[in-house]
């Protein structure tokens, strides 16, 4: 029997309807592309101001934009595109709210941008209704860190704090680069091998960026965990905290281990994200740490420390997505894995994955490329041992 080979086919479709939800849910290529202009528009403004605090000031993405791990915000149609405004030449010795008083003013002066402007606690926000809006955080250099980092505010505006958002997006993508080793396929019979001409993976079941396409779906999933256990919002696993520690998952998995199929290597990495948080016992209490590896000082899970709500509801989810991600494998047919994603990612992006799907088998019956498989369904474009052809409806019987 094809018991080993029907199961990468089976969740080479599952990792295709993924691949499909998280593209519904990332900032198309047309958004980006205007954002980049109005980014740039920012940052030649704010360049052409003659306040000494703003000279040579420049703009640069950071966070899930400048990572390519976009998820729109449930019940919203803006992406968030965070920024740093970035001040070469000053030190320390300038407060954290009066850099940030100078950006704001300086958007202010300009008849555009000011019906926009929002502030809020460490930066400023230009909100363009219903597409996405700019956050812009100002920072200085931290000329003590050797990775290049810099200073950003901190919430109250007292003091700077360390971070590198430029050192951080150049690790993760150091670590997208990371190729897993699979299995193409394991564990035919004898009798079987003589008979198979078959491609592991569906046309469509590859993510397109694992890594990325990993902390989206761990994203997309937290929101939903949130929304549905009707959490509050504050208690949320911060999206830097996730990201980080699904890279390092991910780099440790993909050195380590060789797996039989994507979806293997999705759960793997899941499991393994609480083994890279750092746990001390500090004046009888327990605290939590997530470094940021290329600055010296930053801890992600700092708000766990003063709030140890917030470690529980992370370790709630992390148990939920787990489950829920490896149970994807038990699900029955288009119904059965429209309601799976429905409960983990929400009713939008299953619609959209199953309307998909649908379309694309309606498309490969007339064009008689529809094949049938035991335990996997319906497959389109792949030809092999395990399949059986389907014939075109004409809706005649003909």
Same mark, same amino acid.
């Given at each position: 029997?094809?018991?080993?080979?029907?199961?990468?086919?089976?969740?080479?479709?599952?990792?295709?309807?993924?691949?499909?939800?998280?593209?519904?849910?990332?900032?198309?290529?047309?958004?980006?592309?205007?954002?980049?202009?109005?980014?740039?528009?920012?940052?030649?403004?704010?360049?052409?101001? +003659?306040?000494?605090?703003?000279?040579?000031?420049?703009?640069?993405?950071?966070?899930?934009?400048?990572?390519?791990?976009?998820?729109?915000?449930?019940?919203?149609?803006?992406? +968030?595109?965070?920024?740093?405004?970035?001040?070469?030449?000053?030190?320390?010795?300038?407060e954290p709210a009066a850099l940030k008083k100078a950006i704001g003013d300086r958007l202010r002066d300009n008849g555009h941008y000011k019906p926009l402007l929002v502030e809020m606690g460490?930066?400023?926000?230009?909100?363009?209704?219903?597409?996405?809006?700019?956050?812009?955080?100002?920072?200085?250099?931290?000329?003590?860190?050797?990775?290049?980092?810099?200073?950003?505010?901190?919430?109250?505006?007292?003091?700077?704090?360390?971070?590198?958002?430029?050192?951080?997006?150049?690790?993760?993508?150091?670590?997208?680069?990371?190729?897993?080793?699979?299995?193409?396929?394991?564990?035919?019979?004898?009798?079987?091998?003589?008979?198979?001409?078959?491609?592991?993976?569906?046309?469509?079941?590859?993510?397109?960026?694992?890594?990325?396409?990993?902390?989206?779906?761990?994203?997309?999933?937290?929101?939903?965990?949130?929304?549905?256990?009707?959490?509050?919002?504050?208690?949320?696993?911060?999206?830097?905290?996730?990201?980080?520690?699904?890279?390092?998952?991910?780099?440790?998995?993909?050195?380590?281990?060789?797996?039989?199929?994507?979806?293997?290597?999705?759960?793997?990495?899941?499991?393994?994200?609480?083994?890279?948080?750092?746990?001390?016992?500090?004046?009888?209490?327990?605290?939590?740490?997530?470094?940021?590896?290329?600055?010296?000082?930053?801890?992600?899970?700092?708000?766990?420390? +003063?709030?140890?709500?917030?470690?529980?509801?992370?370790?709630?989810?992390?148990?939920?997505?787990?489950?829920?991600?490896?149970?994807?494998?038990?699900?029955?047919?288009?119904?059965?894995?429209?309601?799976?994603?429905?409960?983990?990612?929400?009713?939008?992006?299953?619609?959209?994955?199953?309307?998909?799907?649908?379309?694309?088998?309606?498309?490969?019956?007339?064009?008689?490329?529809?094949?049938?498989?035991?335990?996997?369904?319906?497959?389109?474009?792949?030809?092999?041992?395990?399949?059986?052809?389907?014939?075109?409806?004409?809706?005649?019987?003909?």
């Open positions: 029997m094809l018991h080993d080979q029907r199961l990468v086919l089976r969740e080479g479709m599952l990792i295709g309807a993924l691949e499909r939800m998280c593209a519904t849910l990332e900032i198309s290529q047309s958004q980006s592309t205007l954002a980049q202009e109005r980014y740039e528009g920012v940052g030649g403004w704010l360049a052409e101001s +003659d306040n000494p605090l703003l000279k040579a000031i420049g703009i640069f993405l950071q966070g899930s934009t400048a990572i390519g791990t976009t998820v729109k915000p449930i019940g919203s149609n803006e992406h +968030d595109v965070d920024l740093v405004a970035h001040v070469p030449g000053l030190g320390i010795w300038v460490r930066c400023w926000r230009l909100v363009y209704a219903n597409e996405f809006h700019l956050d812009i955080t100002p920072s200085i250099p931290n000329r003590d860190c050797y990775m290049g980092g810099e200073f950003v505010p901190d919430r109250a505006l007292k003091v700077w704090k360390p971070s590198n958002p430029k050192g951080y997006k150049a690790l993760f993508l150091e670590r997208v680069k990371l190729v897993p080793r699979f299995r193409v396929m394991k564990g035919l019979q004898a009798e079987d091998r003589a008979h198979a001409s078959v491609e592991p993976y569906p046309e469509q079941g590859f993510f397109k960026g694992i890594l990325q396409r990993i902390v989206q779906i761990l994203k997309r999933h937290r929101d939903v965990f949130i929304l549905a256990g009707d959490l509050d919002t504050s208690l949320s696993p911060i999206s830097v905290l996730v990201t980080t520690l699904a890279s390092q998952s991910y780099e440790y998995c993909v050195r380590t281990n060789t797996y039989d199929s994507e979806l293997d290597l999705l759960v793997d990495v899941i499991r393994c994200m609480p083994d890279f948080i750092e746990t001390r016992i500090v004046s009888g209490r327990m605290h939590w740490f997530v470094w940021n590896e290329t600055t010296k000082g930053e801890n992600f899970a700092e708000k766990w420390n +003063d709030e140890p709500k917030r470690a529980e509801v992370f370790y709630a989810w992390h148990a939920r997505v787990l489950n829920d991600i490896g149970r994807l494998r038990d699900v029955e047919g288009l119904d059965g894995l429209k309601q799976r994603l429905s409960d983990s990612f929400g009713p939008a992006p299953a619609k959209a994955v199953i309307d998909s799907i649908t379309d694309e088998i309606s498309l490969s019956r007339r064009n008689g490329l529809l094949t049938a498989a035991p335990r996997i369904g319906l497959m389109t474009g792949l030809a092999s041992a395990i399949a059986t052809p389907v014939r075109a409806n004409t809706f005649f019987g003909r």
